[in-house]
């Protein structure tokens, strides 16, 4: 199986990047192919330009190919914290750039003009890790988890991905080295439960 693994976020030493490399680690040693994508390393720019907007423009290689890469995933996981209800803009970039008309989506022919979506994804399942320093009760009851919506109607339902699996690990500020332990843990079981050996 193919997994595309992407990464945003800029400390090296965050929680994000320790999951990350949980994550990775469980994809092989369970056989999977992975092509990973650590945004910030890699200085990924997510400002658009203007050339790329149309649905026919053509893109730069770099962004080409992790179109390819994400378009020919069986399965896809995402990892971020929650920065003010959304993924950090490094990633937001990512997703106008790269889940472009053509490689995620198309819009529908003959469809009055409303732009019904089609989604393009082969993928069968997606994970999205987050990290926050906000309460679940809060997030939920103040915030109304924005990022469920962002992940599950917003991006991969509309791409096409069926099945959508997303876990918040919180208050990371405030965690103890063995609930970061138990939260690894639980990301390789979420991992090997999605992503069997031989799928």
Same mark, same amino acid.
């Given at each position: 199986?193919?997994?595309?693994?992407?990464?945003?976020?800029?400390?090296?030493?965050?929680?994000?990047?320790?999951?990350?490399?949980?994550?990775?680690?469980?994809?092989?040693?369970?056989?999977?192919?992975?092509?990973?994508?650590?945004?910030?390393?890699?200085?990924?720019?997510?400002?658009?330009?203007?050339?790329?907007?149309?649905?026919?423009?053509?893109?730069?290689?770099?962004?080409?190919?992790?179109?390819?890469?994400?378009?020919?995933?069986?399965?896809?996981? !995402? *990892?971020?914290?929650?920065?003010?209800? &959304?993924?950090?803009?490094? /990633?937001?970039?990512?997703?106008?750039? =790269?889940? @472009?008309?053509?490689?995620?989506?198309?819009?529908?022919?003959?469809?009055?003009?409303?732009?019904?979506?089609?989604?393009?994804?082969?993928?069968?399942?997606?994970?999205?890790?987050?990290?926050?320093?906000?309460?679940?009760?809060?997030?939920?009851?103040?915030?109304?988890?924005?990022?469920?919506?962002?992940?599950?109607?917003?991006?991969?339902?509309?791409?096409?991905?069926?099945?959508?699996?997303?876990?918040?690990?919180? !208050? *990371?500020?405030?965690?103890?080295?063995? &609930?970061?332990?138990?939260? /690894?843990?639980?990301?390789?079981?979420? =991992?090997? @439960?999605?992503?069997?050996?031989?799928?």
């Amino acid at each position: 199986m193919k997994v595309s693994l992407i990464l945003a976020h800029p400390d090296p030493r965050s929680f994000n990047h320790a999951i990350a490399g949980r994550v990775r680690a469980t994809l092989l040693a369970t056989g999977h192919d992975v092509s990973s994508h650590d945004l910030c390393a890699e200085g990924f720019d997510p400002v658009m330009p203007v050339a790329e907007i149309p649905s026919a423009a053509v893109p730069p290689v770099a962004i080409r190919r992790q179109g390819d890469e994400i378009r020919a995933a069986d399965g896809i996981v !995402i *990892v971020h914290p929650n920065w003010w209800g &959304q993924p950090p803009a490094i /990633l937001t970039g990512w997703i106008d750039r =790269v889940l @472009r008309p053509g490689v995620a989506y198309r819009f529908r022919e003959g469809d009055g003009g409303e732009g019904v979506p089609e989604g393009l994804l082969r993928a069968r399942a997606a994970l999205v890790f987050n990290t926050a320093n906000t309460s679940a009760s809060r997030e939920a009851d103040v915030f109304l988890d924005p990022l469920d919506k962002i992940w599950r109607n917003c991006v991969f339902g509309l791409c096409g991905v069926r099945t959508i699996h997303r876990r918040t690990f919180q !208050i *990371v500020v405030t965690s103890t080295p063995e &609930q970061r332990r138990s939260w /690894l843990d639980e990301v390789e079981a979420t =991992v090997r @439960r999605s992503f069997p050996p031989g799928a």
